[in-house]
């Protein structure tokens, strides 16, 4: 290493990892840290003791635990902020430019685990699985006069159109699973996508998607435009039989909306990897709605994700060592 890397490198002595045990319970090595200087990784960091773990800290890692302007406004040592997840709304970015902290984040580790949860959760949607499962343990299959019995409408993809909110990297991934099940592909984003004819994926405005769907699959981001997305205005205007699918943000759907509209029948069904709440609130409705799916923010969360996730956040604090910094947010 040249002398200009070592110099660069004795100053980031100290790394911290507030909120560790979502990205790594056990099955995985923080140690490729190590050799960036001392590490010590907490599992879970309440709000109160975020200050004192890193107050002498050079780096540190979070992947939900906030960092508000209060808190970097006390941080005189810190430089690097590594957000272990895609989305940084957890960092206050204003006041991290403002104190000259670089912030850096996961992009595109998670795609193919998402689209294969919106399928996941989709296919149980059209076979209920799980509850035909319970069912066959519960002894109905045993009592059953007939060979078969099914307790719910089951549902053929083919010839079924799914309509995609959001056309970035996990849109597309959906969407080439869509057709691998040969279904059409409708599609709303800011702008209109030239590789979409390579999935035979067509775009539309917003209310056509939502009137001509049979599955609706959320895959945008959170902003303002899209806070509150689907509220009773849109539901309305989807399908009696259609289906709805959220592995974006919890706050894309109005959740009470979406409950009256699955207890009413408006729609048919909806599968949720994600709350406006996170845990769940135990008086959220969705939990009690009728044919309403829920996973607990699990899309991402596949091993082999995971690894994925930690190797670039290894290669995020190199690079912005090396003075070549990549994925910054700042």
């Given at each position: 290493?040249?002398?200009?890397?070592?110099?660069?490198?004795?100053?980031?002595?100290?790394?911290?990892?507030?909120?560790?045990?979502?990205?790594?319970?056990?099955?995985?090595?923080?140690?490729?840290?190590?050799?960036?200087?001392?590490?010590?990784?907490?599992?879970?960091?309440?709000?109160?003791?975020?200050?004192?773990?890193?107050?002498?800290?050079?780096?540190?890692?979070?992947?939900?635990?906030?960092?508000?302007?209060?808190?970097?406004?006390k941080l005189n040592k810190l430089k690097y902020i590594g957000v272990l997840a895609t989305g940084f709304n957890v960092v206050d970015?204003?006041?991290?430019?403002?104190?000259?902290?670089?912030?850096?984040?996961?992009?595109?580790?998670?795609?193919?685990?998402?689209?294969?949860?919106?399928?996941?959760?989709?296919?149980?949607?059209?076979?209920?699985?799980?509850?035909?499962?319970?069912?066959?343990?519960?002894?109905?299959?045993?009592?059953?006069?007939?060979?078969?019995?099914?307790?719910?409408?089951?549902?053929?993809?083919?010839?079924?159109?799914?309509?995609?909110?959001?056309?970035?990297?996990?849109?597309?991934?959906?969407?080439?699973?869509?057709?691998?099940?040969?279904?059409?592909?409708?599609?709303?984003?800011?702008?209109?996508?030239?590789?979409?004819?390579?999935?035979?994926?067509?775009?539309?405005?917003?209310?056509?998607?939502?009137?001509?769907?049979?599955?609706?699959?959320?895959?945008?981001?959170?902003?303002?435009?899209?806070?509150?997305?689907?509220?009773?205005?849109?539901?309305?205007?989807?399908?009696?039989?259609?289906?709805?699918?959220?592995?974006?943000?919890?706050?894309?759907?109005?959740?009470?909306d979406l409950a009256e509209a699955l207890n009413a029948n408006i729609i048919a069904g909806a599968a949720v990897d994600v709350l406006s709440r996170e845990p769940a609130d135990k008086k959220n409705p969705l939990l009690s709605?009728?044919?309403?799916?829920?996973?607990?923010?699990?899309?991402?969360?596949?091993?082999?994700?995971?690894?994925?996730?930690?190797?670039?956040?290894?290669?995020?604090?190199?690079?912005?060592?090396?003075?070549?910094?990549?994925?910054?947010?700042?």
């Open positions: 290493m040249g002398g200009g890397l070592i110099s660069r490198w004795r100053w980031i002595m100290k790394i911290v990892v507030l909120d560790g045990y979502a990205l790594n319970p056990g099955d995985m090595s923080w140690t490729g840290f190590s050799k960036f200087g001392e590490l010590i990784v907490y599992d879970r960091t309440p709000k109160g003791k975020i200050i004192e773990r890193i107050a002498d800290a050079d780096a540190v890692l979070t992947n939900k635990t906030p960092l508000r302007r209060e808190t970097l406004e970015i204003d006041a991290a430019t403002k104190s000259g902290i670089s912030v850096t984040n996961i992009p595109g580790y998670s795609t193919d685990a998402v689209a294969q949860m919106v399928m996941a959760l989709l296919l149980e949607l059209c076979h209920h699985a799980g509850d035909h499962s319970r069912e066959v343990k519960d002894g109905a299959w045993s009592a059953s006069k007939d060979f078969v019995f099914w307790s719910y409408p089951l549902v053929e993809l083919k010839g079924k159109t799914i309509g995609i909110i959001g056309f970035g990297q996990i849109g597309r991934a959906v969407a080439r699973l869509a057709k691998a099940f040969g279904m059409n592909i409708l599609y709303n984003s800011k702008t209109k996508k030239e590789y979409a004819k390579e999935l035979d994926a067509i775009y539309t405005d917003l209310d056509s998607l939502i009137e001509q769907s049979d599955v609706i699959s959320l895959n945008c981001p959170l902003t303002d435009e899209t806070r509150n997305l689907i509220n009773r205005e849109t539901l309305v205007k989807m399908k009696n039989s259609a289906f709805l699918i959220n592995t974006a943000r919890g706050p894309v759907i109005n959740e009470n709605a009728k044919n309403c799916i829920i996973t607990p923010h699990i899309a991402w969360a596949t091993k082999e994700a995971r690894e994925r996730l930690m190797t670039i956040a290894i290669k995020n604090i190199k690079a912005y060592i090396d003075g070549k910094p990549q994925n910054l947010v700042i």
